[in-house]
């Protein structure tokens, strides 16, 4: 039972060049979520999924885009990497536990745009 | 806006010292909240949650709720050098259904 994987673990991109960052979970989980986190200013949601089929825009949606392709994958696609996107990026899970729900984050990905 | 607000320190105490993080919040609909706990380098990690005022305790943590003050905290006992990290607060619900995360605090524990 790995959790939640991503892939790659580190990358650079130079401004302009477009990647997609991969995740995955095991654990049969509905949701699942993107955040990035940068020095100072805490975890942001970047997109969401509530379910499979479905995907909605968080707190910084610029500049990205998500494919849920089935209930295990969730993606997030740099189109046009800017040095701004420069950052970690978490994928996360979650599932209802009683009256709330838990999130289980991958290992994140360190992102550098030059 | 949801916003939860942190102290982002560096708090330090003495190993053994009871360790005090708190966390405010604007939303009053807010109906989970949640400690998680990040090391340098690594992801966040659940520590605990809570929905229902006042304690909850989980081996050395305990979490407190105060719905009425928007206050939720988290106190560590018998603190660790292995417990420095940062901590991090999430807000679950309220008007919208996503997990606000405040921007944590950074606690060191000497040896």
């Known amino acids: 039972n790995a959790g939640v994987t991503q892939t790659p673990k580190f990358q650079v991109l130079k401004t302009g060049q477009s990647m997609t960052l991969q995740c995955a979970q095991d654990m049969n989980h509905n949701s699942m979520y993107w955040y990035r986190q940068d020095p100072g200013m805490g975890l942001r949601l970047i997109y969401y999924s509530a379910s499979e089929g479905t995907t909605d825009k968080g707190e910084v949606p610029n500049g990205y885009n998500v494919s849920r392709l089935n209930k295990r994958e969730f993606s997030l696609r740099l189109e046009s990497a800017a040095p701004s996107q420069t950052s970690v990026y978490f994928c996360?899970?979650?599932?209802?536990?009683?009256?709330?729900?838990?999130?289980?984050f991958g290992p994140g990905t360190r992102l550098t745009v030059l | 806006q949801k916003e939860v607000e942190q102290n982002s320190g560096p708090l330090s105490v003495p190993e053994g010292a009871i360790a005090s993080l708190n966390c405010t919040y604007s939303d009053r609909g807010s109906q989970s909240f949640f400690w998680y706990r990040q090391y340098s380098g690594k992801s966040p990690e659940l520590i605990m949650f809570i929905y229902s005022n006042g304690d909850k305790e989980d081996g050395r943590f305990t979490a407190q709720l105060n719905k009425a003050s928007q206050y939720v905290s988290l106190l560590i006992r018998d603190s660790q050098p292995s417990d420095s990290a940062t901590y991090l607060c999430a807000v679950f619900g309220g008007s919208n259904y996503k997990l606000t995360f405040g921007k944590g605090t950074l606690l060191t524990v000497n040896p």
């Open positions: 996360a899970s979650s599932a209802p536990r009683g009256r709330v729900n838990e999130q289980f």
